[in-house]
């Protein structure tokens, strides 16, 4: 007789991840996340009481993919010195490249107790980065600085997932480093 297939904690979590980053987060039901898994619906309930319960694992795994697409796109190409620039670029690419997990992460509601702050800092550290860097180049108040800036910045994403953004890349750089240069003292 073969020796059956353990269905782990880690496959079903990967397999979940994979279908909300396909789907969205709502995809993610007992049914569906047993076909990605190829499994029945047993091994889930057996791992996760409640689908809630892997919806946050999956959730902590989208912040996770955030920070290392952050951190990836960052290291390829120098965009700007100038704090808060590049961030807001790679967030607007983020949306366009992960439409659903952009919407989980930032347009929903349940953030299972994080902030928004939280999420933009990622795993790594980077907007607490973005804001260091603004106090270090004598910005009085990275704070309101960066709050009118994410104003375009997390528009401009928005409107990536309904098509309505088509600004070059160039365009929406040079817009970003306006907004710092006339914000920033």
């Known amino acids: ?38 499994c029945s619906t047993q091994p889930i ?14 959730f902590e795994m989208a912040i996770h993919y955030f920070s290392e697409f952050y951190e990836s796109e960052k290291q390829k190409e120098k965009i700007s ?20 997990l952009f919407e989980m992460l930032f347009l929903s509601k349940n953030r299972y107790g994080r902030s928004l702050y939280e999420l933009l800092n990622g795993s790594t550290g980077a907007f607490v980065r973005e804001m260091n860097q ?12 960066f709050m009118k800036m994410w104003i375009f910045i997390h528009g ?14 160039e365009e929406t750089i040079r817009l970003l480093l306006d907004m710092y240069e006339k914000n920033a003292h």
């Open 1 to 38: 007789m073969a020796r059956k297939i353990s269905i782990t904690q880690d496959i079903i979590k990967n397999a979940g991840f994979e279908l909300a980053k396909e789907e969205g987060i709502s995809a993610v039901t007992a049914r569906r996340l047993a076909d990605k898994a190829g």
């Open 81 to 100: 010195d100038k704090p808060f620039v590049q961030f807001g670029l790679l967030y607007i690419e983020f949306a366009s490249a992960s439409p659903r």
């Open 134 to 145: 603004a106090k270090a180049e004598g910005v009085r108040d990275p704070g309101s600085l």
């Open 156 to 169: 401009a994403a928005c409107m990536t997932l309904t098509g309505d953004y088509d600004l070059p890349r």
């Open 45 to 58: 309930f057996r791992i996760y009481d409640k689908m809630d319960q892997l919806h946050e694992d999956i």
